[in-house]
């Protein structure tokens, strides 16, 4: 039987905000033995609508962001997005279990990142609003030049999908000027 402190070592649950977890230093990998990204229409509107049913239980205080923002963290109960799996080797980090969740979660996050891009064309809605670029640094895998590298998920027959869902490099001010080998 192995030791419990040893098995506890390697397996140690921990919460975390979709911040941190996209917030790594590098890409999650999903290895060749995953299955392809399966989630419908259907599944994504069930996640949805379970986020806004959670955020819907308490009322809104706040209309400046940086409060909204504060507010949410001090009063709102933490959302269970079920847990997801890593492993870590001195080379990447691999998705072992999750990989459909956190691919949404992505794509999601790239959706919202394009709509705040577009709301920042608008001058009015400067300093209304979170900013794009912060967004970014959670989709967008940097390098340590300023560039991005690419995504935060990193699967090669996922990159011209994501790719397709991106705003252009050229509109992009976090990824860099053409040169990403990956965007």
């Known amino acids: 039987m192995p030791d419990p402190n040893v098995v506890k070592s390697l397996i140690t649950p921990q919460d975390q905000t979709l911040r941190q977890v996209f917030s790594a230093q590098r890409a999650y990998y999903i290895d060749i033995y995953q299955r392809e990204y399966k989630w419908t229409d259907e599944n ?10 959670r955020f819907q239980q308490h ?14 963290l001090e009063r709102f109960e933490p959302y269970f997005l079920n847990t997801y799996l890593t492993h870590t080797t001195s080379a990447r980090t691999s998705i ?28 009015e809605s400067k300093g209304k609003t979170n900013s794009s670029d912060r967004l970014g640094q959670l989709i967008f895998e940097a390098n340590d030049f300023g560039g991005t590298e690419g995504f935060k998920i990193f699967n090669e027959n996922r990159e011209e999908a994501f790719r397709a869902l991106s705003p252009p490099a050229s509109s992009t001010a976090s990824r860099s000027s053409g040169t990403c080998p990956r965007c």
């Open 59 to 72: 009322d809104r205080r706040k209309t400046n962001p940086k409060e909204i923002q504060e507010d949410v």
């Open 96 to 123: 072992v279990d999750g990989q459909q969740r956190l691919t949404t979660l992505l794509l999601i996050l790239i959706k919202l990142y394009r709509i705040l891009k577009e709301v920042e064309q608008n001058p």
């Open 44 to 53: 994504v509107k069930t996640l949805l609508g379970d986020i806004e049913v």
